[in-house]
């Protein structure tokens, strides 16, 4: 008998426990919630874009880039461009040893 009273008063404390929980969870109104997504929204893929940037202030700069000049450059891109017109035949040369 001792054992029943105290799974009854298990489930007694267990629903009340429930009840206040399910009761707090959607404390919000319908439209509130609506508005809050709202601000929200894209806010994670805006930090982790900026978190990305190594150098947030590299569009202050404005001196000239250093590197390949303008006819270096266009070459390099010539051939780049080149080297996907043909297909070149791959060349296999088979060897066999024998030995004795």
């Given at each position: 008998?001792?054992?029943?009273?105290g799974?009854?008063?298990l489930?007694?404390?267990?629903t009340?426990?429930?009840?206040?929980?399910?009761?707090?969870?959607?404390?919000?109104?319908?439209?509130?919630r609506?508005?809050?997504?709202?601000?929200?929204?894209?806010?994670?893929l805006?930090?982790?874009?900026?978190?990305?940037?190594?150098?947030?202030?590299?569009?202050?700069n404005?001196?000239?880039?250093?590197g390949?000049?303008?006819?270096?450059?266009?070459?390099?891109?010539?051939?780049?461009?080149?080297?996907?017109?043909e297909?070149?035949?791959?060349?296999?040369?088979?060897?066999?040893?024998?030995?004795?």
């Open positions: 008998m001792n054992m029943l009273k799974n009854v008063i489930i007694v404390l267990l009340v426990l429930s009840l206040t929980l399910w009761g707090c969870a959607g404390n919000l109104p319908q439209g509130k609506a508005d809050i997504l709202d601000m929200n929204w894209g806010k994670s805006e930090t982790a874009k900026n978190n990305q940037i190594l150098n947030p202030d590299a569009s202050e404005l001196d000239p880039v250093l390949l000049d303008g006819q270096a450059a266009e070459h390099t891109v010539n051939k780049y461009k080149e080297s996907f017109e297909d070149v035949p791959l060349k296999t040369t088979t060897t066999f040893s024998i030995a004795d």
